[in-house]
């Protein structure tokens, strides 16, 4: 079974420029999550929706980061203009949320991004 | 959400028995212990979790004291591949994703 996938892996941008990172997560599962990871430190939540709604946005800096999920499925993290502190890498993840929910996260690969 | 302390880092060689704590003083009734295992350049991975005793699968074993402040995530004779930052979290059964990552412990395995 495909777990969650990311893409692109990794994207150099000049600051001011616009991103886009794109995530597909498992089949069957409901909730789908964005994390920012900084160079050593754990992840941080960014955005939580539960099938297309967010649910949890509150850590997601609205002036410049959107984030959507169409259809319950893939989503999309975008940031318009990107900033040198952007810099990081975005994990997303998804967990099943029916009978048996466990909270186990399953999280992709992260895209690195680095801001010049 | 309980707060977690646990090492920054730890050191190991390849073949020996790993012990690392986690301390949370203020868990709360209805929380569980969730350790993740991370590796370079991927995003971190479930290994394991426990409400209290003792809980082992195939790549760990966790052990929850009586009052459970605290717990250690226990990794038999590790190898090269166990160097990863490994993650305690604590939080309620099925909700994940309310779950916040610390930073974690280092740990380095030798040969």
Redesign the interface.
Known sequence: EAGVVQSPRYKIIEKKQPVAFWCNPISGHNTLYWYLQNLGQGPELLIRYENEEAVDDSQLPKDRFSAERLKGVDSTLKIQPAELGDSAVYLCASSFGGAGNTGELFFGEGSRLTVL | LAKTTQPISMDSYEGQEVNITCSHNNIATND?I?W?QQFP??????II?GYKTKVTNEVASLFIPADRKSSTLSLPRVSLSDTAVY?CLV??????????????TELSVKP
Not at chain 2, 91 to 104: A, E, P, S, T
């Open positions: 569980y969730t993740y350049s991927q995003g971190p991975r479930f979790q993650y939080g309620i059964y099925n909700q994940g994703g309310k779950l916040i990552f610390g930073q974690g």
